[in-house]
């Protein structure tokens, strides 16, 4: 344990830790929020150290990283295994198999048992944790000792209710069910924060009336993306019927087998060819392109660097968001801010992000695959409309998201908590303040 630091007003220049129990580096909104959030924070002149489970973040070198490992039971090559006796260490893990063995997801409530532990150890070394949806019951103690700010993307009660709704029997329903039982432990712990951040409006209704947590507890702080990093490649030439999606996962939600079918149907007409940034899985989807003979003219893309994702932006004539909800979607900013032309779903909060149909976006109805065919229909057939919602896309992100403003805004709620008279009585307990 170090030792305590002087003095320190809430005013200044604030020490953060992090919290995020995933980290996928190049999809899903954990890993990529971290990277980019942390690296604006630090840019701010604020000290962040990131506690992650694994599949770990990349970060600024400026980001210290402490890995908090769970038991990987959920890995992308034996998804669901059961652990060996051995590689049971830790209460934290103790958790994590018990919860797993009644057919839970268990890596939130492991991490946060872990990271508890450590946090315990430095309660004079930070003035406030952010935890990026873990939500564990840990927190709760976390937040006991600690001033702590959640933020949480979308409930995941969307994710279960679409899954359950894709299964074909009853079975299959309540092991789904059963699975994503950890939401209502996330919900109790979301219901008793202080201050939860929320990305989109749309997500903030969804959270209240999905999990109960008062609107009073919410504020709006939007994601952002680098326009500078994602920005168009006028030098790159776009192939034709040439389409790019983001797939981190083959779940329900993504609605990447309507996208699948919508390409079915348009390779009749012309040949259309698809890149997927994204590691092939099993599941329905990867089932449905073999099905569909659409293997051959499909591309998967992983492990990448955003240069190269840029590239591959530049390289294709529209970017498709097929998702059938979203609580934000980077991939829909990324994409509109390389001024590629979007097509995208009216899926929770996509019409909020992505604008008006035909002024900054090709809109569909979500779950429709005639619907998107038609709308990746109407992109393809017209190059000048293309370049006009490109162009527009780009300029709608550029003036609304960045993560340097997400960054600011977070920390102005960081202030808000920190302010709040029982966190005042904390940071005084644990050396922060005179």
């Not at 890995?67 to 652990?83: A, H, I, Q, T, V």
């Not at 001024?339 to 779950?367: F, M, R, S, Y």
Request: net charge positive; proline share 6%; with cysteine.
């Amino acid at each position: 344990m170090q030792s305590p630091t002087p003095a320190l007003d809430i005013d200044r220049p604030l020490r953060l830790a992090y919290l995020t129990y995933r980290g996928k580096a190049h999809v899903g909104g954990q890993g990529v929020y971290t990277r980019h959030l942390t690296k604006a924070l630090v840019d701010l002149g604020h000290h962040v150290e990131v506690y992650s489970g694994q599949p770990y973040p990349p970060l600024d070198d400026r980001v210290q990283l402490h890995k908090l490992p769970s038991l990987d039971l959920w890995n992308d090559y034996y998804p669901g295994r059961f652990p060996a006796y051995w590689e049971i260490k830790s209460f934290g893990d103790i958790a994590e198999v018990l919860t797993h063995s009644k057919g839970t997801f268990g890596e939130p409530l492991g991490f946060s048992v872990r990271v508890l532990k450590e946090l315990k150890k430095r309660t004079h070394d930070f003035d406030l944790v952010h935890d990026n949806q873990c939500l564990g019951y840990g927190i709760l103690n976390v937040e006991k000792i600690i001033p702590t700010i959640v933020t949480l993307h979308h409930p995941i009660t969307r994710d279960r209710a679409l899954e359950m709704a894709h299964q074909k029997n009853w079975r299959k329903r309540h092991s789904v069910g059963r699975w994503y039982s950890f939401v209502k432990m996330q919900g109790r712990v979301a219901s008793r924060m202080p201050r939860i951040v929320v990305v989109s409006e749309n997500s903030i209704k969804d959270i209240h009336a999905d999990m109960g947590v008062s609107l009073d507890r919410m504020r709006l702080v939007p994601v952002g993306v680098d326009p500078d990093l994602f920005k168009p490649m006028p030098a790159i030439t776009r192939r034709p019927a040439r389409l790019i999606t983001t797939a981190s996962a083959d779940v329900a939600l993504k609605g990447l087998s309507y996208l699948l079918e919508a390409m079915a149907k348009l390779r009749t007409e012309q040949d259309v060819t698809l890149t997927i940034i994204g590691k092939p899985r099993e599941g329905a989807s990867n089932d449905l392109i073999d099905k569909l003979g659409l293997r051959p003219h499909i591309e998967f893309v992983s492990g990448v660097p955003d240069e190269r994702i840029v590239e591959l932006y530049a390289e294709a004539e529209l970017a498709v968001v097929p998702s059938l909800y979203e609580g934000f979607s980077l991939p829909a900013i990324e994409a509109m801010a390389t001024g590629i032309c979007l097509v995208a779903t009216d899926g929770g909060a996509l019409p909020e992000v992505t604008g008006k149909d035909g002024e900054t976006v090709l809109q569909c109805k979500a779950g429709d695959a005639e619907a998107m065919a038609a709308a990746i229909r109407r992109g393809l057939d017209d190059a000048e409309l293309r370049t006009r919602i490109g162009e527009a896309g780009r300029r709608r992100v550029v003036e609304r998201w960045s993560w340097k403003h997400c960054a600011q805004l977070t920390v102005e709620q960081y202030r808000e908590v920190l302010a709040m008279p029982a966190n005042v009585a904390k940071l005084r307990a644990n050396g922060r303040l005179g």
